[in-house]
């Protein structure tokens, strides 16, 4: 890889950042277009390291909807949110449940718990 360009998703500006190899930096990389320090975190970790936050719904007993939004608590590495799915999918919950209390814990050995966005 000698440069990707890509748009960051830190913040609403979205700044057009291009990162490029560089063998003098500390990371290892040189992020152009960013507006703030996280913009170059955001880039240098998106061509290393690309994590998300995933959301979803799991299916829920006796509650007000039929589904229950959910999201994990924590970035999980991209290339786990298809297994991610099939682990959330698979579970169901029953009422109540409060806002923030977890669903699954520590999904795929991550480290990152799948909780609860709202109470029901």
Excluded: F, W
């Excluded at 913040?11 to 992020?31: F, I, K, M, Q």
């Excluded at 960013?34 to 829920?60: D, F, H, L, M, W």
């Excluded at 924590?74 to 949110?81: A, N």
């Amino acid at each position: 890889m000698k440069s990707r360009e890509m748009i960051c998703i830190v913040c609403p500006v979205g700044c057009h950042l291009t990162v490029h190899e560089d063998t003098t930096a500390e990371s290892g990389y040189r992020v152009e277009g960013n507006q703030c320090p996280r913009g170059a975190v955001y880039g240098v970790k998106e061509v290393t390291n690309p994590t998300r936050v995933v959301t979803s719904t799991v299916k829920i007993k006796n509650g007000l909807l039929p589904r229950l939004p959910v999201k994990t608590d924590g970035d999980i590495p991209k290339e786990l949110i298809d297994e991610c799915m099939k682990v959330i999918n698979s579970v169901e919950v029953e009422a109540p449940i409060k806002v923030g209390d977890v669903i699954i814990s520590n999904v795929l050995d991550t480290g990152v718990d799948i909780i609860a966005s709202r109470s029901m």
